[in-house]
């Protein structure tokens, strides 16, 4: 027990210690984009910091957080900054970041992964508050390190960390998990081509803004992004986001878009605000098209699939197989099985409909197991059921029946003892698959009734008349 538990309190700091250096990382490619006597014109530290803590809030423990301060500070001393400026800035850094942190507390987790429009909200408004914050902290160190005041020092820090976690956070709340189970090639692949548009666009949109520049560039990129909105998905949208917004800083604060350097700022606080505001419109434009996007498959998976058991219903069975059979190459076999389940009423008369319900479930999830992708799969109703194998033979179709039978009997039997269902199954098969589905599906509902007349729990395979 005690192993177990270092072992898990050593990966627990191992966590801690790598977010505290990819935020140390990120303190210094900030630091990097200064320009002299300025501050950062990009730091994508608190914003990443706070999209991972947000993403993973069991990572916020006291070692992460202490991390994330040294790391802060490190990065303001190992790059020339004094003592008094490392404090100061790192103080304003972290209780933005912990401020937003629990901010994001009172979201819920769908909203936290930005799935609808509603979570755009109380992502502005949270995002808003770490802002708010690290102004607080930001305007007392213009006060000490600058010789400023603290309202100008307060709208600083907001409007630069604004920018940044409307940029940043989206991208890391919303990145694509990388464990295999859930990755999709297919899905991947045709969000990889959906991207080629709109990232051209951008490309566009970005040599545009150089070549002509002017106050009126940074929203260049504004149809490229709402174009990525209505193609891809929310990450990809957050991606091109953060792109354009970082090239537009970067352009504005060498002068290609005509605002000069203001005091410890290289971008102006009104181009800051205006880049945060501008970001959330592809982001809410996204989210409105995925949120619609879940809608529809919900609603066609209730069109298409058995509420309970999860398999095709009649119509779509029939409009799926039929196109399946027309499209077989010619000669291959098609095969069918008609599926019922022996004395099924007397499960419900018995034991309930619950347990019915259980059974149909369960005998489901069996029949699927021995399955391959490209088998069709219905509830045709009550307890009846019915599988079209493409490719498949007479004595194939035959062997995953009397598997399914089999497999049926065994878990019926192990949990419901004797009152458990068995399963009659009828094969029909088309040698050359030159039959209609409908003359397979009456030749396997014969056989079907042939099984139930020799007392059940057994297959009768039959051939089907062209």
């Known amino acids: 027990m005690d192993a177990v538990e270092n072992s898990t309190s050593a990966a627990a700091l191992r966590h801690s210690l790598l977010i505290g250096l990819c935020v140390f990382v990120a303190c210094l490619i900030g630091t990097f984009s200064r320009l002299p006597g300025t501050l950062a014109v990009f730091w994508p530290a608190n914003a990443l910091l706070l999209g991972l803590l947000v993403r993973s809030p069991r990572s916020a423990t006291v070692p992460t957080w202490f991390c994330a301060a040294t790391a802060y500070i490190s990065a303001d001393l190992v790059t020339g900054g004094s003592v008094e400026s490392a404090l100061w800035l790192g103080a304003s850094n972290i209780i933005g970041v912990v401020g937003g942190f629990y901010a994001f507390r009172w979201v819920c987790a769908e909203d936290r992964r930005l799935s609808s429009i509603r979570s755009v909200g109380y992502f502005v408004s949270a995002t808003m508050v770490a802002a708010a914050l690290t102004g607080c902290v930001g305007g007392a160190a213009n006060v000490a390190l600058f010789g400023g005041t603290w309202p100008d020092g307060w709208i600083l820090w907001f409007s630069g960390n604004l920018v940044n976690y409307m940029t940043i956070v989206p991208l890391v709340l919303t990145f694509p998990s990388l464990r295999p189970e859930d990755r999709d090639p297919e899905a991947v692949s045709r969000i990889l081509r959906l991207s080629v548009i709109p990232a051209a666009l951008l490309a566009l949109c970005i040599l545009l803004q150089w070549v002509i520049g002017g106050a009126g560039a940074i929203a260049f990129a504004m149809p490229a992004l709402v174009t990525a909105a209505l193609l891809t998905n929310v990450f990809v949208t957050s991606l091109m986001t953060a792109i354009s917004t970082v090239c537009t800083l970067v352009l504005t604060a060498d002068g290609h878009l005509g605002t000069a350097v203001e005091g410890l700022s290289a971008v102006s606080v009104s181009v800051r605000i205006g880049l945060a505001l501008l970001a ?15 809608a529809l498959a919900a609603l066609t998976e209730a069109v298409m699939l058995d509420d309970l058991t999860g398999a095709l219903r009649r119509d779509e069975f029939m409009r799926k197989s039929i196109g399946a059979v027309g499209s077989l190459q010619s000669g291959l076999p098609v095969s069918v099985l008609m599926m019922d389940l022996d004395h099924f009423k007397k499960v419900n008369d018995t034991l309930g409909h619950r347990t019915g319900d259980t059974v149909l479930v369960a005998f489901a999830d069996q029949v699927r197991r021995h399955l391959d992708d490209t088998a069709l799969f219905a509830r045709l109703g009550g307890e009846e059921f019915v599988v079209l194998l493409i490719d498949t033979d007479l004595d194939e179709a035959t062997q995953i029946a009397e598997i399914i039978r089999v497999a049926q009997q065994e878990q019926s039997r192990t949990t419901l003892g004797e009152l458990g269902p068995t399963v009659s ?24 009734y042939l099984a139930k007349k020799f007392d059940r729990n057994c297959t009768v395979s039959l051939t089907a008349r062209s």
Do not use: K, Q
């Open 425 to 448: 199954i009828g094969v029909a098969c088309s040698p050359s698959g030159d039959a209609d589905v409908n003359s397979m599906i009456d030749c396997a509902d014969e056989a079907l």
């Open 280 to 294: 959330t419109a592809p982001l809410a434009v996204a989210c409105v098209i995925y949120e619609r996007r879940r």
